[in-house]
């Protein structure tokens, strides 16, 4: 049984146990004990996992994705330019995401005595980053914070973005450094990721389970307003996606890459089918080089590039995916974040973005680890894990659009050559 369909099921039987229980025990002690001893361990164990293989998984992640910008100086042009596409419409998704979320509030409504009370019982790993967190201080100190003058430490604080930015440091390091030795080391940093991909993927399989018992656990306290919640949050995600797909993806093919938003999205339904189907970027990377060269008609060079590095690197859609589920649980659980914590946890999506992986459910650690830096109680990704494969395929297909639109943004105003990009294909809008 796939691992979505087996993820699906936890969720549900989880959610119909806790209404039940919620609506014919709530206050029981027995329920009490299952909760403490049973459910809420079980939980913690699968954060725990996920918590213990987010840094080795984003800092070697991050690392190998600056690292693989090695052609930025030989390309030039090219390479700046995927660069600023990337962070540009990144910064851009994850703006509208937490516009809508602090507009539309899905999250909020929830009674804050039950909400403190589900607070109170977050894991002391939650309350020590937290804690950790507030002494991070606003404006100029937590802009000083982001430079560790110890990594390891930073590390062992969970002070993501110092580890964040020592690993865009190491990445751009191995970049400027053209040794053997640099180049081994750049292969043990992308075995370190093999290895925790494997790892996360076996973590993952326990997911069920988890969802099961972390769904049980909110909704016997939280009851039908679960339900309305749920909801209310899978709107606001796929109403952001749509936005930025329509509005800001068109505009940027428009005005930047000099091509029709009608003529590209008809070239590109193919690689958009194949990402909603298989929720995964690296996957579709295959069809989506192909619609690049023949229906896009776009500069071999360029295309395999931008969509290569894209693939890992421009996840605009998981970015916003990122910002919208951590806003949204921390109204949920009513936890105020400043406007400096939203500007920090931004900050980390969009970095967030480039570390990961690009494989189904690959965000969830990402997730996991900002709602705890946030103060916000990691159980509450129960929620999300229920209805993460939908979210997840409509996020893939924005990753993918957004990899083809910088691809075309880059190639505007980059001379074919006919004799290395001619492949056999229907005719395309002449280029500007």
Same mark, same amino acid.
Request: with cysteine.
């Given at each position: 049984?796939?691992?979505?369909?087996?993820?699906?099921?936890?969720?549900?039987?989880?959610?119909?146990?806790?209404?039940?229980?919620?609506?014919?025990?709530?206050?029981?002690?027995?329920?009490?004990?299952?909760?403490?001893?049973?459910?809420?361990?079980?939980?913690?164990?699968?954060?725990?996992?996920?918590?213990?293989? +987010?840094?080795?998984?984003?800092?070697?992640?991050?690392?190998?994705?600056?690292?693989?910008?090695?052609?930025?100086?030989?390309?030039?042009?090219?390479?700046?330019?995927?660069?600023?596409?990337?962070?540009?419409?990144?910064?851009?998704?994850?703006?509208?995401?937490?516009?809508?979320?602090?507009?539309?509030?899905?999250?909020?409504?929830?009674?804050?005595?039950?909400?403190?009370?589900?607070? =109170?019982?977050?894991?002391?790993?939650?309350?020590?980053?937290?804690?950790?967190?507030?002494?991070?201080?606003?404006?100029?100190?937590?802009?000083?914070?982001?430079?560790?003058?110890?990594?390891?430490?930073?590390?062992?604080?969970?002070?993501?973005?110092?580890?964040?930015?020592?690993?865009?440091?190491?990445?751009?390091?191995?970049?400027?450094?053209?040794?053997?030795?640099? =180049?081994?080391?750049?292969?043990?940093?992308?075995?370190?990721?093999?290895?925790?991909?494997?790892?996360?993927?076996?973590?993952?399989?326990?997911?069920?389970?988890?969802?099961?018992?972390?769904?049980?656990?909110?909704?016997?306290?939280?009851?039908?307003?679960?339900?309305?919640?749920?909801?209310?949050?899978?709107?606001?995600?796929?109403?952001?996606?749509?936005?930025?797909?329509?509005?800001?993806?068109?505009?940027?093919?428009?005005?930047?890459?000099?091509?029709?938003?009608?003529?590209?999205?008809?070239? =590109?339904?193919?690689?958009?089918?194949?990402?909603?189907?298989?929720?995964?970027?690296?996957?579709?990377?295959?069809?989506?080089?192909?619609?690049?060269?023949?229906?896009?008609?776009?500069?071999?060079?360029?295309?395999?590039?931008?969509?290569?590095?894209?693939?890992?690197?421009?996840?605009?859609?998981?970015?916003?995916?990122?910002? +919208?589920?951590?806003?949204?649980?921390?109204?949920?659980?009513?936890?105020?974040?400043?406007?400096?914590?939203?500007?920090?946890?931004?900050?980390?999506?969009?970095?967030?973005?480039?570390?990961?992986?690009?494989?189904?459910?690959?965000?969830?650690?990402?997730?996991?680890?900002?709602?705890?830096?946030?103060?916000?109680?990691?159980?509450?990704?129960?929620?999300?894990?229920?209805?993460?494969?939908?979210?997840?395929?409509?996020?893939?297909?924005?990753?993918?659009?957004?990899?083809?639109?910088?691809?075309?943004?880059?190639?505007?105003?980059?001379?074919?050559?006919?004799?290395?990009?001619?492949?056999?294909?229907?005719? =395309?809008?002449?280029?500007?």
């Amino acid at each position: 049984m796939p691992l979505h369909t087996r993820m699906l099921i936890g969720f549900a039987a989880g959610l119909g146990l806790g209404l039940l229980a919620h609506f014919l025990a709530a206050d029981a002690a027995w329920l009490d004990a299952l909760v403490r001893y049973v459910t809420q361990p079980i939980g913690t164990v699968f954060l725990r996992l996920l918590f213990m293989l +987010v840094i080795p998984l984003l800092f070697s992640a991050l690392v190998v994705g600056v690292a693989e910008m090695g052609d930025v100086r030989s390309l030039g042009r090219i390479g700046w330019r995927t660069l600023g596409y990337t962070v540009v419409v990144s910064s851009i998704a994850v703006i509208i995401g937490l516009l809508l979320v602090n507009l539309l509030k899905p999250g909020a409504g929830v009674d804050p005595a039950v909400a403190s009370a589900l607070l =109170a019982e977050s894991s002391e790993r939650a309350g020590a980053i937290a804690a950790s967190g507030a002494q991070g201080g606003t404006g100029l100190e937590m802009l000083l914070r982001i430079v560790p003058t110890n990594v390891i430490a930073a590390g062992a604080n969970n002070d993501i973005l110092a580890v964040m930015f020592f690993a865009l440091m190491f990445g751009i390091g191995i970049v400027m450094t053209r040794s053997e030795n640099a =180049a081994r080391l750049k292969s043990v940093i992308e075995g370190v990721f093999e290895v925790a991909m494997t790892l996360i993927n076996l973590v993952i399989r326990l997911a069920p389970y988890a969802v099961a018992c972390l769904v049980f656990n909110l909704a016997a306290q939280f009851g039908w307003d679960l339900l309305l919640k749920l909801a209310g949050f899978v709107g606001v995600v796929v109403l952001a996606l749509t936005l930025h797909m329509v509005v800001v993806y068109s505009l940027a093919l428009r005005f930047f890459g000099g091509m029709s938003p009608r003529f590209f999205f008809r070239g =590109a339904q193919e690689a958009m089918v194949m990402a909603f189907s298989t929720a995964s970027s690296n996957a579709t990377l295959p069809t989506a080089l192909r619609v690049a060269r023949d229906k896009l008609r776009l500069p071999r060079k360029v295309s395999t590039f931008v969509l290569t590095i894209g693939a890992t690197a421009n996840q605009n859609g998981t970015a916003l995916f990122e910002g +919208v589920t951590v806003l949204f649980l921390a109204q949920f659980f009513g936890v105020d974040l400043s406007l400096g914590q939203q500007l920090m946890v931004m900050l980390v999506c969009i970095l967030g973005g480039i570390g990961t992986a690009g494989v189904p459910a690959g965000s969830l650690p990402v997730v996991a680890l900002i709602l705890a830096m946030v103060g916000v109680p990691p159980e509450g990704i129960g929620l999300i894990l229920g209805v993460d494969r939908f979210l997840d395929m409509c996020r893939t297909t924005i990753n993918v659009t957004g990899d083809l639109v910088g691809a075309v943004v880059v190639s505007n105003g980059i001379p074919h050559d006919p004799a290395h990009d001619a492949q056999p294909g229907p005719a =395309a809008t002449p280029s500007p």
